[in-house]
């Protein structure tokens, strides 16, 4: 915007106006030459911090930091944490081993879990614990299987399982940060609306979006779904936290019933005709990037309305032809010759009460 404003720039105007009447000389080297030159790089540095006020005053993605002050500073929006996962996992091994909380266990890519209560393996040798991830996000969502070593092999401790990871969620972007400030300035909540519903579930670490509906159950009664930051069903524990939340903060008379919606998963299969550029694992890997997006729009449009009573809050559509065109347009994809959503070539509906989910993703040649 100011990019013009160089030193050189400001020093050569400055010399210009000058009046040669006054007999004060302009060449270089001279005293207005050497005092010119020293004021010219202060208003230069001047005009080149001028465009940090412009994210200051009108915050967008690019703003960084500001974001959170506006937020906090305006609407007392601060950014989400995000939520660390949890999963079981099955431990065998010599009755009597004492395994002590806190016993490091990681995946293959060195992702780190701890025991979280300290367990015994009993007279079977078998026992149920449960692990938590060492940080936040969702990364550490990791499937069945896929915790496989140890920081230090414990003496007595056979062999290890775990179970599916989840409630890992990753702290609040700055694209959702500012939209929930955008959001607060365009649709303000008034303390017992349903955009004020919103704003309570949206405050709580790990969730990604809340939908609203005013009279869920008739007079007097609110409906909270919540999905996490992947737009996956939020997890009891994140349901539970901002039950607490809004029960502390609503309205007298007035019940609110937080809760997730149920997974609906969309299994593709697809067989593709591919260029030399190109394998199947790439087109897979790409298409599954474009169709969790596509998901994730459509849940957010979703969610980002409140509905007056369930009759609203109707059913809505995963689209067959969609999800084709997004193979279709994958770098060195020519063709698809074959193309199922869930076993058929039908559009899939999604209930009110639902989200759509990845679910097995096969691409063939």
Do not use: H
């Amino acid at each position: 915007m100011f990019e013009d404003r160089t030193q050189e720039q400001i020093k050569a105007e400055m010399l210009a106006d000058i009046d040669q009447e006054t007999g004060l000389s302009s060449m270089a080297g001279s005293y207005a030459d050497a005092t010119v030159g020293a004021a010219a790089r202060q208003i230069s540095e001047f005009y080149q911090a001028l465009p940090a006020v412009v994210s200051m005053l009108f915050v967008d993605e690019t703003s960084g930091g500001y974001i959170d002050l506006v937020g906090e500073t305006y609407f007392d929006i601060t950014r989400r944490p995000g939520t660390r996962a949890r999963c079981d996992i099955t431990l065998t091994g010599t009755a009597g081993t004492v395994i002590p909380a806190g016993t490091l266990f990681l995946t293959a890519t060195g992702l780190q879990f701890a025991l979280v209560d300290e367990v015994t393996l009993p007279a079977g040798g078998t026992v149920v614990g449960t692990l938590e991830a060492v940080q936040d996000g969702a990364t550490y969502n990791v499937g069945p299987g896929a915790i496989v070593n140890m920081y230090v092999n414990l003496p007595g401790l056979a062999s290890y399982t775990n179970e599916q990871a989840d409630g890992g969620t990753d702290p609040e972007s700055d694209a959702a940060l500012l939209q929930r400030i955008q959001e607060r300035r365009q649709k303000p909540s008034n303390g017992a609306n349903g955009w004020q519903y919103r704003a309570w579930a949206l405050s709580v670490p790990g969730v990604g979006d809340a939908k609203v509906v005013e009279l869920a159950e008739g007079p007097g009664t609110v409906g909270v779904t919540l999905v996490d930051s992947t737009m996956d069903p939020a997890s009891p524990e994140i349901v539970s936290a901002c039950q607490t939340l809004i029960d502390a903060q609503r309205p007298v008379g007035a019940t609110a019933m937080v809760s997730a919606p149920t997974a609906v998963e969309i299994d593709v299969t697809a067989v593709v005709v591919i260029s030399s550029s190109t394998t199947p694992e790439t087109v897979k890997a790409e298409l599954e990037k474009r169709l969790g997006a596509y998901l994730a729009d459509m849940i957010r449009s979703k969610y980002d309305v409140i509905y007056y009573g369930p009759g609203e809050d109707k059913a809505y559509t995963v689209i067959y032809n969609r999800i084709l065109a997004l193979l279709l347009t994958v770098d060195g994809v020519i063709n698809a010759t074959s193309l199922t959503v869930n076993g058929g070539t039908a559009d899939t509906t999604v209930q009110p009460d639902q989200v759509p989910v990845i679910g097995s993703l096969e691409v063939t040649t």
